[in-house]
């Protein structure tokens, strides 16, 4: 076997793990080793279209990597959050609103929810507001009706990461895992809005959400 030969099969076997990933951080970093292997492949062999075609991948590869490294960070930098919903964000996809734009309005189909990485959205139903690190809208998601129980309204340019409902559902059914950890962010936000909901009864200033 001789060294190109050598090159295409470690290639080719990388290739193969990255059909065995679940998350997409080692899928990049599989891919990245595979394009190297290929263009070494490409360059050894003379095979010039497999060597261009992996030097473009190669970038993207690496841009994308980067990519979900500053999302994992602009989380962790969110000391205000529910919990670490950090394990979502490789089937998130990113959001830019205005300041001033609506979110979400109640009474509209909870067709995607929400992880608030920079900002700060008002409730308005509640008169609370949340900032980055919070989930929202994660209640209508997983109401019987799956519509919207509140309006939220960005109080600030804000950055978000939001998934479909299908897609969280595709991921419950493929690990029991997440369905409880969901539940604890469902059940945590409720008792939450319970909490701020006696507390305004009781007092008539509003109080932030915590």
Not at 111 to 133: A, F, P, Q
Request: charged share 20%; proline share 6%.
């Amino acid at each position: 076997m001789n060294l190109p030969e050598i090159f295409g099969y470690v290639a080719s076997a990388l290739v193969l793990a990255t059909f065995t990933m679940r998350t997409m951080i080692p899928l990049r970093i599989l891919g990245i080793a595979s394009n190297i292997a290929f263009i070494a492949y490409g360059y050894a062999a003379g095979l010039l279209p497999v060597l261009l075609l992996h030097a473009v991948l190669l970038p993207l590869n690496v841009y994308r990597l980067a990519e979900m490294y500053r999302l994992i960070r602009e989380v962790r930098e969110a000391e205000t959050g529910d919990t670490d919903m950090r394990w979502l964000l490789p089937f998130m996809t990113p959001v830019s609103l205005p300041a001033g734009a609506i979110l979400f309005a109640r009474g509209e189909a909870a067709d995607h929810m929400y992880l608030l990485t920079k900002g700060r959205i008002r409730i308005e139903e509640l008169d609370v507001e949340v900032n980055s690190g919070a989930m929202l809208g994660e209640i209508g998601v997983f109401s019987p009706h799956g519509t919207r129980m509140a309006t939220a309204t960005c109080m600030d340019e804000c950055r978000l990461q939001r998934i479909s409902r299908d897609k969280v559902r595709e991921l419950v059914f493929q690990d029991p895992r997440i369905a409880f950890n969901l539940i604890g962010v469902v059940t945590g936000r409720l008792i939450e809005d319970l909490r701020i909901t006696e507390a305004r009864a009781g007092r008539p200033e509003p109080r932030p959400a915590q």
